[in-house]
């Protein structure tokens, strides 16, 4: 599978709204099980979200629940997050990952076997 690219970081201040883009590639995308996964300085990555191959099984982190929202378009091999009100504990760098062939666990890293680069996203208080 290629290498997921993101896009959409920047900076906000708290409470703004950013809109974080995927674009993948390889012909199994729309079976793919794809999540963004982030990861703050001196921390740990953490997963955020994923989306079914065929975007009816939704998952969210308790963080982010009711603030960002996922969502994929097959036709164009992309995966998107929304972030809403936003916070500075949201500021990380994030990562859009695909999940490999038979994974199951969304909220596990090591079940995910494509990641992108990632994209800077600081909140500002």
């Known amino acids: 599978q290629a290498q997921p690219v993101e896009s959409g970081g920047g900076l906000v201040q708290a409470g703004g709204s950013l809109r974080l883009s995927c674009a993948a590639s390889g012909g199994a995308f729309s079976f793919r099980t794809m999540g963004w996964f982030r990861q703050a300085p001196g921390k740990e990555r953490e997963y955020v979200t994923a989306?079914?191959?065929?975007?009816?099984?939704?998952y969210y982190a308790n963080s982010v629940k009711g603030r960002f929202t996922i969502s994929r378009d097959n036709a164009k091999n992309a995966v998107y997050l929304q972030m809403n009100s936003l916070k500075p504990e949201d500021t990380a760098v994030y990562y859009c990952a695909g999940i490999r062939p038979g994974g199951w666990r969304v909220t596990v890293a090591e079940e995910y076997d494509s990641w992108g680069q990632g994209t800077q996203v600081t909140v500002s208080a």
């Open positions: 989306i079914s191959g065929d975007g009816r099984l939704i």
